[in-house]
């Protein structure tokens, strides 16, 4: 059941292949004579053939390389907003002069001319997705088979009767070059009842993948309900208490840390934090750490028909596959389980930016050069959910326990304040929490920053930090991330900063330690051990922290007692904090935004102290 103009490009088009499975899929992807090496190339007006890709087939799967540099990852200005729906994003018209209406029918008389794949899925993950469809040029097979290892592959004969898709991804690269400068551009064509992805280029990030995220996002918004940008994880304690984690926050903040061991020291310590002045190290010793079983890696379902009245937030993965980053992985043995799960792999994995040698094994430490000589910074694997070590099944919704949000923190002492001046586990009520993910700063040194804000290095990734993806209203999803939060009382909601912890550089361990703590206590945090911050935006800090019989020290819990810090330095970083937060929320404060919302913002715009919050939203706590 499809739009009229793409049911009649189908019916023009010379040849229509419908996969019968994964491993057709993937024998596609080496082109017509199932090669060793294939290029993904298209005849371009005044440019003759350009190749836009190499696809080669290594023993454990197939490595695609782009030609271009611009290519190997997402332009985060690529989204377009091709319909005339209510939007904060860019429209297509506005940007180029000419209706979308225009582009789509050339797009429609390009396809009519093409060999063309039509992949079924599920957007959303198999067991609680949405009927979608993606229309592909067989040359370029290896895109739809990007989208089947995300999305998880669904045969034709898999397919009902009646298939009415939820949303369509149309691929076609060589407008990338014939209408857009050799940029990438994703145009998204929303309707009451169908979202459409127009994909101009090859590299999956912002179609395959984001376009995905995109979709769900806005079928959330029609039916009120959100996918988060998250990890997930179940912890068991040693003593076998089972505790669920959903970690939120900006690019870096630590999501795929969340689903990491604690990092040890050749002698089995664990390194707690380096004093950045006086050099002094601080060391924690740690027997036996809880157990990892990871729910989800980037894209959380937090669907309306999860939630039961519980209390807690129920959740589900929204992929099959995780397309992960591995430019942390330079050598051998640094990320031990993908190392193996890549090399031996119970099924051919598909890799993007990575040196591969026909007939070779791909090793997800050697990453292409780009032009510069340099490896590439965003290599990428897609490892399916059912290869990772005690992965929680995805068929079943998972309570969460405790909500955290990560935020990258720089060094801050008397002497140079700065707002790296969060304590290392901070308990805050939902209006906080709510506050922090409508901004989802991103902090320190994060590889995605192109710029700063005002010097403080500070700049908004925006609401939920899934903004970026959003082809709605900012308020619109302000509302619902409210909501959600309202619903679930009795989800802890908790700050975790990375890096820098006042003086101390701690990188992630914080995190680390924050989890194993929460964890051997089910989420639970005594209302006795909280005393207010001295930040209101920071909630509640500790004033102690017992792990493995030893106490944490309250240096980390309470930074202001940092004696290169104090209060001095501690109140001049959290000043500039606020006054970032403050500038930032003055965009929420529209007609639309929730009552309940406003005050909440008004109390930030106010400096309210930590019980004006606390008086709109309690915490549940005993």
Not at 130 to 141: E, G, Q, R, S, T
Not at 232 to 253: D, I, K, W
Not at 445 to 455: E, F, H, Q, V, Y
Not at 597 to 620: K, S, W
């Amino acid at each position: 059941m499809l739009p009229e103009d793409l049911k009649e490009a189908l019916s023009k088009c010379r040849i229509l292949v419908y996969p019968e499975s994964i491993e057709e899929l993937t024998e596609m992807a080496y082109g017509p004579t199932h090669s060793s090496r294939y290029d993904v190339c298209y005849p371009i007006e005044g440019k003759g053939l350009v190749k836009e890709a190499e696809v080669v087939r290594c023993k454990n799967g197939t490595v695609v390389n782009f030609m271009e540099d611009y290519m190997r990852r997402r332009d985060p200005d690529c989204m377009r907003i091709g319909d005339d729906l209510p939007t904060n994003k860019p429209r297509f018209a506005e940007r180029y002069g000419y209706p979308f209406e225009k582009l789509r029918g050339e797009t429609m008389a390009w396809l009519c001319n093409q060999q063309l794949i039509l992949l079924p899925f599920k957007a959303g993950g198999k067991y609680f997705g949405y009927n979608a469809l993606m229309v592909c040029p067989v040359n370029a097979a290896f895109f739809a088979l990007s989208l089947a290892n995300m999305q998880g592959f669904m045969s034709i004969y898999d397919v009902p009767e009646t298939f009415d898709p939820r949303a369509i991804i149309y691929v076609a690269p060589p407008f990338r070059h014939t209408h857009f400068e050799g940029r990438q551009v994703v145009v998204h064509q929303r309707s009451e009842k169908l979202h459409e992805v127009f994909a101009y280029n090859l590299y999956p990030g912002p179609s395959a993948k984001k376009g995905v995220f995109s979709m769900l996002l806005d079928i959330g918004e029609h039916e009120g309900w959100i996918t988060n940008h998250a990890s997930a994880a179940m912890l068991e304690s040693p003593y076998e208490n089972e505790t669920v984690f959903m970690h939120e926050g900006a690019s870096g903040g630590g999501k795929s840390e969340m689903l990491e061991e604690i990092h040890r020291e050749p002698d089995g310590k664990v390194l707690m934090g380096t004093h950045t002045v006086s050099g002094e190290k601080y060391y924690l010793n740690i027997s036996e750490t809880c157990r990892i079983r990871p729910i989800a890696d980037d894209m959380v379902l937090a669907h309306k028909d999860f939630q039961d009245g519980s209390g807690y937030l129920k959740i589900a993965d929204a992929e099959d596959g995780w397309f992960l980053r591995m430019d942390g992985d330079t050598s051998y043995g640094k990320n031990a389980e993908y190392e193996r799960i890549s090399i031996h792999p119970s099924e051919p994995l598909e890799f993007f930016n990575m040196d591969g040698v026909p007939g070779a094994t791909c090793l997800i430490w050697e990453h292409i050069p780009d032009s510069n000589g340099k490896p590439c910074s965003n290599p990428r694997v897609i490892i399916p959910r059912a290869m990772v070590d005690g992965i929680v099944p995805g068929d079943e919704p998972q309570e969460v326990n405790v909500r955290s949000f990560g935020v990258r923190m720089p060094p801050s002492t008397k002497m140079a304040p700065n707002y790296g001046v969060m304590g290392m586990l901070q308990v805050v009520p939902i209006s906080i929490a709510w506050v922090w993910r409508l901004i989802a700063p991103r902090g320190f040194k994060n590889p995605s920053i192109a710029d700063t804000n005002a010097g403080s290095g500070l700049k908004a990734e925006g609401v939920g930090s899934y903004w970026p993806f959003s082809t709605g209203m900012k308020v619109t999803q302000a509302n619902l991330l409210l909501h959600q939060m309202l619903d679930c009382p009795n989800t802890l909601n908790i700050l975790l900063p990375n890096q820098y912890i006042g003086a101390y550089q701690v990188g992630f361990m914080g995190e680390w330690i924050s989890r194993e703590y929460l964890a051997r206590r089910t989420g639970q945090i005594r209302k006795k051990h909280l005393v207010p911050s001295r930040c209101p935006l920071f909630g509640y800090s500790l004033d102690e922290m017992r792990l493995d019989g030893q106490y944490v020290r309250q240096t980390f819990l309470r930074p202001e007692l940092q004696s290169w810090l104090g209060f001095e330095g501690f109140d001049a970083g959290a000043k500039i904090i606020t006054d970032f937060f403050k500038e930032q929320l003055q965009q929420f404060m529209t007609d639309d935004l929730d009552p309940l919302g406003r005050q909440i913002i008004e109390l930030v715009m106010n400096d309210a102290p930590l019980e004006d919050y606390l008086a709109l939203t309690p915490l549940n706590l005993r």
